[in-house]
């Protein structure tokens, strides 16, 4: 049975690390990467786990798509 997809979505430095848990890093270090990243993401995606700015960077975009769980990391 699949969960789905866990995404890590933010600058390389802040998701990188989440490979070793087992969810995919997404590499997006500016606002317009971030939306176009979040607008691209496969429909198997469960949970996006965004960093600081990229939470920002997607405001409201995050209504989108309400299938997909999203947590922000803490500042």
Same mark, same amino acid.
């Given at each position: 049975?699949? =969960?789905?997809?866990?995404? *890590?979505?933010?600058?390389? &430095?802040?998701?990188? $690390?989440?490979? &070793?848990? $087992?969810? !995919?890093? =997404?590499?997006? !270090?500016? %606002? %317009? !990467?971030? #939306? /176009?990243?979040? !607008? @691209?993401?496969? %429909? %198997? @995606?469960?949970?996006?786990?965004? @960093?600081? *700015?990229?939470?920002?960077? &997607?405001?409201? #975009?995050? /209504?989108? #798509?309400?299938?997909? &769980? @999203?947590? =922000?990391?803490? *500042?």
């Amino acid at each position: 049975m699949s =969960v789905g997809r866990i995404v *890590a979505l933010g600058s390389a &430095l802040s998701v990188d $690390g989440f490979a &070793l848990a $087992g969810a !995919e890093p =997404v590499h997006a !270090e500016f %606002d %317009d !990467e971030v #939306r /176009r990243c979040w !607008e @691209t993401l496969p %429909d %198997d @995606t469960a949970l996006v786990i965004l @960093t600081p *700015a990229a939470d920002a960077a &997607l405001g409201s #975009r995050r /209504r989108s #798509r309400p299938h997909v &769980l @999203t947590v =922000v990391m803490p *500042a």
